[in-house]
């Protein structure tokens, strides 16, 4: 399929920051593929909402822990929007709220193989297809990393912390290795935002509440303030940003 409109693909997509990021996208006059692990119908609410934008918009299911898995979405959205022009890194998990000498192995490992593994892998198959050394027209990576690779994250996941403190340094190398393909490299590191991600992964639903006093500017962030620093970073506004770390936290 054929359109004027760029492509995105966003890993994540379904819900929180991706879902937001996408159906800003399609107001915005991008076309996207929205990639899912398992909630399906979540997916096609937020391809339902950026077709009613304007959009052309499908939702793809795939396990970013898993290369062949990422391999095919990519190939799935290229065939379906002909080519992209910009990729949005989002998908990741926390594990449990916890202390690391509390956590096992699998909890560490399910966090690391799809935060960090995954992340390089859809950046690599990023790279294969828009990079102009393979024939791409170049484009634009938007990583999505956490404030928690600073902070630290100590009694909750100091794992997760660990794991975007990796994508801090893959947007700066990528930045700098794709540079001259015409593709920019970039990320966004939210703070405390309001998503489900507090109760469903963490398991801890009063976070949101205990932390708020912490946050200078003394109110949570919206996924909708997410999303309009990762469109920004995304268009040619940000034609001469690669390698940025834009922190979206409120002042934490």
């Known amino acids: 399929m054929s359109s004027e409109r760029p492509g995105i693909l966003i890993t994540g997509g379904s819900r929180g920051i991706g879902a937001a990021v996408a159906q800003l996208a399609a107001r915005r006059g991008y076309d996207l593929a929205v990639v899912y692990k398992s909630d399906e119908e979540a997916a096609e609410r937020t391809v339902a909402a950026c077709r009613e934008a304007g959009a052309t918009a499908f939702a793809f299911q795939g396990d970013m822990a898993m290369e062949r898995d990422v391999v095919r979405v990519f190939d799935d959205a290229v065939e379906s929007l002909d080519r992209l022009s910009g990729i949005v890194n989002n998908a990741g998990i926390t594990g449990r709220s916890g202390r690391l000498d509390a956590a096992s192995a699998e909890t560490i490992r399910a966090c690391i193989d799809l935060n960090v593994t995954g992340a390089i892998l859809v950046a690599r198959e990023a790279s294969r297809r828009m990079a102009k050394r393979y024939g791409g027209g170049g484009g634009a990576i938007v990583n999505i990393s956490s404030v928690a690779a600073t902070l630290g994250s100590p009694g909750e996941y100091v794992w997760y912390a660990a794991s975007k403190g990796a994508i801090d340094s893959l947007t700066i190398g990528l930045s700098k ?56 970073l995304l268009s040619d506004q940000a034609s001469y940003i690669t390698g940025a770390n834009l922190r979206v936290s409120g002042g934490r």
């Open 177 to 232: 290795e794709l540079a001259g393909d015409g593709i920019r490299v970039n990320a966004v590191s939210p703070g405390l935002i309001e998503t489900e991600i507090h109760a469903l992964s963490t398991g801890d639903a009063g976070r949101v509440e205990r932390l708020r006093p912490l946050i200078p500017m003394e109110r949570v962030g919206s996924p909708e303030e997410i999303a309009e620093a990762v469109l920004f």
